[in-house]
């Protein structure tokens, strides 16, 4: 059974600094490509960033592009998205989800994501 587990979220005043983790079992995970996405309330869920299964690429969102960087473990298990200068517009529950096997094109779409985890806060105070 694939599960997937975010943390590393909470509250932070902006410009501050974050990092996100993102620990997954039942697969072997280097094999995938790794994305997270973010919710803020009231609005439609959006890509924030991905990576390849071997973490040798990546793509942002064109907000968080230069603030965040996602990165992966893959003996581990575990991506990470390393959030800086923080905005209160980056404010949302943030899932990460598992995308393409073996690809070498970094998904970005939401139906590319086959699991993803049950998301971590991120609160950004102005």
């Known amino acids: ?9 909470g509250l932070v005043q902006a410009g501050g600094s974050l990092r996100l983790s993102c620990a997954a079992s039942g697969r072997t995970f280097s094999s995938y490509a ?3 996405f973010r919710q803020a309330p009231g609005k439609e869920r959006e ?5 390849k299964w071997s973490g040798a690429s990546t793509r942002y969102a064109d907000s968080v592009k230069g ?3 996602i990165s ?8 990470y998205l390393q959030m800086n200068s923080l905005k ?3 404010t949302a529950v943030y899932y990460c989800a598992v995308g393409p ?4 094109y970094v998904a970005h779409l939401m139906r590319q994501y086959d699991y993803w985890g ?3 806060q991120v609160t950004v105070s102005s």
Do not use: C, H
């Not at 992966?72 to 991506?79: E, L």
């Not at 096997?101 to 070498?104: A, E, M």
């Open 67 to 69: 603030r965040f960087t």
């Open 88 to 90: 209160p517009e980056d």
């Open 101 to 104: 096997y073996y690809s070498d």
């Open 1 to 9: 059974q694939v599960q997937l587990v975010e943390s590393g979220g």
């Open 118 to 120: 049950q998301g971590t």
């Open 47 to 51: 890509f924030v960033a991905a990576i």
């Open 34 to 36: 790794m994305g997270w």
């Open 72 to 79: 992966r473990d893959n003996a581990k298990n575990t991506v």
